[in-house]
Every structure is written in structure tokens, then in C-alpha cells.
């Protein structure tokens, strides 16, 4: 059989590749280059192979090979954290900021440039979010993955400040083309209609919710990014009918003063209230931070991070370093034209996160520590694209939870490890299983504890490379997620909680019906009396 585009010489080193059971990457390109050479071909690509592979196995001419599969993915980082992540771009909206770092450029969503990869993307996309949501996808089945569980992550700028039926046929969208999509491609002519009213899209927004719950592919997190001045209660009820679990901040800096000369917009009180309401939705919290700001200095950059686990008004869940660059289109461009700013220099930055990691907390997770700003773009600022792998390479140690996730490791053995910490006139519990010697984090839970007779779990996840619903025990599917969850019911009995409530993501509704959860409102919530 010739497959799509292929030549017969073609398929036959690619079977040659197939055959030989290559165990290391080392051995897989040593093959490749000699089956390339016997049949005249150029070296094969890993989507061809997994195409060739899928097609043979599919026919029973070949046994399946769960080794070689994970040898051909491509990228495998990017679900070895449990999920895979779909990132999406809302279009160019206006926006309510004039903040001095930020650059503008025509037809790209404020604050983003055209030739960063996810905007690249979402331009030959469109921006439609179901054409996005298929692209992610296929790609991601084309590099070997089994995307079955996804966090979804809408970017582009303040959601907040969107047209609300924008907003819901987004979401819509993005849930259609996750139940739309078959593997390959997704059906066009089930793409929602932007012309349609709030209340039609609103019906089809819960419909395609409910689809999820048992589609193929579900999405088991909504992450949404805004300003913490646009938070409000309206704001995260309507993020919460939409599905959002995470809310990313754009925080800057915890300085009035420097928030100030940015034009940012508002000031660190903001911030303190946005946190305090989002805590008590139970959304997860994403800070992103932007050491380097006029204003600044290093100094006072590690102080406001340490502040950030020392005070009750802040305590993210999730940090996102951006270290300020500067680029085009920006005031900030015309302050460094003018030598009214220097940026870091790459040892100072260094040093500052270095520093920043050593007194980061254990129940948090450094995502970033640069943002994927293409070099050319960069006039002056941090030009060190692989800044984690540079550090990891200087035996710079971390406790946060990315730095302790057991990627594809084996659970061998474990024993659970309670943190608590006060956070916005509550109680934080951070429930986790690790090993004996804390270094590998196989899972966590995040418990809330209100100051009424309500507790909420925040996050349950079992880390480890993504297994698909129903395939192979790993770290995910061993039973850790049932016990994290136990363990957090028996800590609420005992602060005298009468009801427990889980911010869940749609596609894991399913999974804590199992445990005697049922859906109130947008929650999945058990009475403990």
C-alpha cells in the first residue's frame, strides 16, 4: 500500500525504520539515515513514520509498539505534565491600557507581535477559534500524542473586555471543534455562526459542554487571561458559565509606584481584590511578573517576589516570567532611545531568577521564565530563548512543582505531605503525594478552606506523561487522584465544612460523578454531613 504523497522507496524505509525497533532516539536517526541511503530517499520525518506506523498497525500487519510510539513524539514535554495545552488567539480588539512596555502592531492583538509562533498560528487560522482548536489538534496526533485530555488557553489580550457574544461564540467554538474532531480533521460545516444571538449561542455553548463530558477529546481546563482591574463578580460568573478553571493575571509588579510609571492603569489594590475574589470562585491563579520595569531594580524585583509567598494578599498558584525586552511600536522603545532605560543585562537577569527560585514555594509552579518573543524582535532585554535549560545545565535547583514533576518516571512509592498557608481571609491546604524525599511531585490537590461552612478544591491533578482515558497505568489512572480527593474531604470534615465544592473542568465532570459529586450551577459539589 502507498500512502498519501509517498513513493514505493518511500514506504519501504519507512517499514525498514518500523522493523529494526529502535529503543533510543540515537539508534531511530542512525537507522533513518541508513534506510534513506538504501532506497534514495530523503531522511523521513517522525509524522510520516507515525502515519506509516498508524497504517500497519491498523491493517494487523505489524504489533503495536508502545515504546516506539513514545520514541517517535515529538515534543514529548508537552504532555508529560498530565494535559496537552491548546493555546488560541482571540482577533484584535481594542484595548483599555496604554501600558508603557506594550507594543502595537496592526491586525495583532494588543501587546503580541505578528511573528511570535501562537500568533503565526491563529493569522493562517484567522483567528476562528474552531479552525484553531483542529489545527492544535491535528498537529498534535500528527507528532505522535493522543490529545484526549486539554487545557484549553485563550489569549490575546483583556478577555474582559470583549464583545460578550464574541466571548460565547468563542467558547463555543472551541468546545464544537474538540467534539468535532475525529483524529485527523474536524467537520467545517459544524462551525458555529458568529451572526448568531447571545441567547442561541448561549444554549449552544451548554450543549457543546455537555457533549465534552463524554467526547473523545475533552477539555479539561479553560484558561482565560485579563487585568486585574477588570475582575468583578459579573465577570467570573460569566467565566465560570463559559468553563474558565485558571485566570491569568497581568501583574507586573506589586509596586505602586512602578505600575505608575508603566501606565498600567491601576494599583497594587487592584490586584489584592482581583486575587481575593478569583481565591473564592475557586479559580486557579496565574500571575505573569515582568522583572525590569522602569522603576525597578533588582533589588527591589526579588523583594516584591518574596512578598508575593510572605503576604496573604497575593499567594499565585502559577508564576509566569516576562522579563521586560524592548521592542518596536512601544513607549518604552522611544525611553530607550532616549537612554531613559536600561535593561538588565542577561547575568543580572539571571542572577534575580536564580534567586527567585530558591525561595519559591513548593506548591507553586514557575510555567515561564521568558516569553517566546522571537530574538529579531528584541532591541534590547533578554536575548536567552532557553533560559531554563541554561540554568538547569548550571545545577540551578528549584522546589516548584514543574521542577518536581516526575515527566514520565514511574510511581515508586509515595507518602503524602500537607502544606497550609493563609491566603484573602482564608485557609489554603495544599494536599500532595510525593516521594520520600519530596523531590518527585506525582500529584496535588488544592483545598480551600472558606470561612463559612463551605470548602472548595481548587486543583486536583495527577502529574506524568498524558495517558489517554481507559489506556495504560502510568502515574496518571493509579489511583492517586482518588486518594488526594479523600484527603481533602477528611480535612474539611475536620474544619466542621458541611459541603465540598470542585471548580471542575468539563470534560472531568464525569470523574468525580464516580465519587458521589453531582453539577450545582457550574460545580461539582457533595454534601459531607
Known amino acids: 500500500m502507498i500512502y498519501k504523497n509517498q513513493t514505493n522507496n518511500e514506504r519501504q524505509a519507512i517499514l525498514d525504520i518500523i522493523n529494526s525497533k529502535p529503543k533510543t532516539l540515537e539508534a531511530l536517526a542512525l537507522i533513518n539515515r541508513q534506510s534513506a541511503k538504501k532506497y534514495g530517499v530523503a531522511v523521513s520525518g517522525n509524522s510520516r513514520i507515525i502515519e506509516c506506523y498508524r497504517v500497519e498497525t491498523t491493517a494487523k500487519r505489524i504489533s503495536e509498539d508502545k515504546e516506539f510510539e513514545r520514541l517517535l513524539r515529538r515534543r514529548v514535554i508537552r504532555t508529560q505534565s498530565g494535559i496537552a495545552p491548546i493555546?488560541?488567539?482571540?482577533?484584535?480588539?481594542?484595548?483599555?491600557?496604554?501600558?508603557?512596555?506594550?507594543?502595537?502592531?496592526?491586525?495583532?492583538?494588543?501587546?503580541?507581535?505578528?511573528?511570535?509562533?501562537?500568533?503565526?498560528?491563529?493569522?493562517?487560522?484567522?483567528?476562528?477559534?474552531?479552525?484553531?482548536?483542529?489545527?492544535?489538534?491535528?498537529?498534535?496526533?500528527?507528532?505522535?500524542?493522543?490529545?484526549?485530555?486539554?487545557?484549553?488557553?485563550?489569549?490575546?489580550?483583556?478577555?474582559?473586555?470583549?464583545?460578550?457574544?464574541?466571548?460565547?461564540?468563542?467558547?463555543?467554538?472551541?468546545?464544537?471543534?474538540?467534539?468535532?474532531?475525529?483524529?485527523?480533521?474536524g467537520k467545517d460545516s459544524a462551525m458555529i455562526k458568529e451572526s448568531y444571538s447571545l441567547d442561541r449561542l448561549k444554549k449552544i455553548l451548554k450543549s457543546e459542554q455537555k457533549r465534552n463530558e463524554k467526547a473523545k477529546y475533552q477539555i479539561i481546563g479553560l484558561t482565560l487571561e485579563t487585568r486585574p482591574d477588570y475582575i468583578s463578580e459579573n465577570e467570573?460568573?460569566?467565566?465560570?458559565?463559559?468553563?474558565?478553571?485558571?485566570?491569568?493575571?497581568?501583574?507586573?509588579?506589586?509596586?505602586?509606584?512602578?505600575?505608575?510609571?508603566?501606565?498600567?492603569?491601576?494599583?497594587?489594590?487592584?490586584?489584592?481584590?482581583?486575587?481575593?475574589?478569583?481565591?473564592?470562585?475557586?479559580?486557579?491563579?496565574?500571575?505573569?511578573?515582568?522583572?525590569?520595569?522602569p522603576g525597578s531594580t533588582i533589588e527591589k524585583d526579588f523583594l516584591m517576589f518574596k512578598k508575593l509567598f510572605s503576604s496573604p494578599d497575593f499567594q499565585p498558584d502559577q508564576i509566569k516570567f516576562y522579563p521586560t525586552v524592548v521592542t518596536k511600536g512601544s513607549l518604552l522603545h522611544?525611553?530607550?532611545?532616549?537612554?531613559?532605560?536600561?535593561?538588565?543585562?542577561?547575568?543580572?537577569?539571571?542572577?534575580?531568577?536564580?534567586?527567585?527560585?530558591?525561595?519559591?514555594?513548593?506548591?507553586?509552579?514557575?510555567?515561564?521564565?521568558?516569553?517566546?518573543?522571537?530574538?529579531?524582535?528584541?532591541?534590547?532585554?533578554?536575548?536567552?530563548?532557553?533560559?531554563?535549560?541554561?540554568?538547569?545545565?548550571?545545577?540551578?535547583?528549584?522546589?516548584?512543582?514543574?521542577?518536581?514533576?516526575?515527566?514520565?518516571?514511574?510511581?515508586?512509592?509515595?507518602?503524602?505531605?500537607?502544606?497550609?498557608?493563609?491566603?484573602?481571609?482564608?485557609?489554603?491546604?495544599?494536599?500532595?503525594?510525593?516521594?520520600?524525599?519530596?523531590?518527585?511531585?506525582?500529584?496535588?490537590?488544592?483545598?480551600?478552606?472558606?470561612?463559612?461552612?463551605?470548602?472548595?478544591?481548587?486543583?486536583?491533578?495527577?502529574?506524568?506523561?498524558?495517558v489517554t482515558i481507559g489506556g495504560e497505568v502510568k502515574v496518571q489512572h493509579s489511583g492517586l487522584g482518588r486518594q488526594l480527593l479523600e484527603k481533602a474531604e477528611a480535612i474539611a470534615i475536620s474544619n466542621s465544612k458541611k459541603r465540598l465544592s470542585i471548580i471542575s473542568g468539563v470534560g472531568v465532570r464525569a470523574y468525580y460523578r464516580k465519587f458521589g459529586y453531582r453539577l450545582s450551577g457550574t460545580y461539582m459539589v457533595k454534601s459531607l454531613g
Open 334 to 466: 522611544k525611553w530607550w532611545l532616549a537612554g531613559k532605560y536600561v535593561p538588565y543585562t542577561d547575568e543580572e537577569l539571571k542572577k534575580l531568577i536564580i534567586n527567585c527560585k530558591a525561595v519559591v514555594p513548593g506548591y507553586v509552579r514557575i510555567i515561564r521564565l521568558i516569553r517566546d518573543i522571537p530574538g529579531e524582535s528584541i532591541l534590547a532585554g533578554n536575548l536567552i530563548t532557553n533560559l531554563r535549560q541554561v540554568l538547569q545545565q548550571q545545577g540551578v535547583k528549584c522546589s516548584c512543582i514543574r521542577c518536581r514533576e516526575p515527566k514520565s518516571a514511574p510511581i515508586d512509592g509515595y507518602k503524602f505531605k500537607t502544606t497550609t498557608y493563609d491566603a484573602a481571609f482564608g485557609q489554603e491546604v495544599f494536599i500532595e503525594a510525593c516521594s520520600d524525599n519530596e523531590k518527585i511531585l506525582y500529584g496535588f490537590c488544592r483545598l480551600r478552606l472558606m470561612q463559612n461552612n463551605v470548602a472548595i478544591v481548587r486543583e486536583l491533578h495527577v502529574y506524568g506523561e498524558l
Open 87 to 185: 493555546a488560541v488567539l482571540t482577533k484584535p480588539f481594542a484595548c483599555p491600557g496604554k501600558c508603557a512596555y506594550c507594543p502595537t502592531e496592526k491586525d495583532v492583538p494588543q501587546s503580541y507581535l505578528s511573528n511570535e509562533p501562537a500568533v503565526m498560528r491563529a493569522i493562517r487560522c484567522s483567528y476562528n477559534p474552531y479552525v484553531q482548536v483542529i489545527d492544535r489538534l491535528k498537529a498534535l496526533v500528527n507528532n505522535g500524542h493522543e490529545p484526549t485530555k486539554m487545557e484549553l488557553i485563550v489569549i490575546g489580550g483583556t478577555w474582559s473586555v470583549l464583545p460578550i457574544k464574541y466571548k460565547y461564540w468563542y467558547i463555543a467554538s472551541c468546545f464544537a471543534a474538540a467534539n468535532n474532531f475525529t483524529g485527523k480533521k
Open 236 to 293: 467570573l460568573q460569566e467565566m465560570r458559565e463559559l468553563g474558565c478553571t485558571r485566570v491569568e493575571l497581568g501583574v507586573q509588579a506589586i509596586d505602586d509606584e512602578v505600575l505608575k510609571l508603566n501606565k498600567r492603569g491601576h494599583k497594587v489594590e487592584a490586584i489584592v481584590e482581583a486575587t481575593s475574589l478569583l481565591r473564592n470562585y475557586g479559580f486557579k491563579i496565574t500571575y505573569h511578573l515582568m522583572p525590569g520595569l
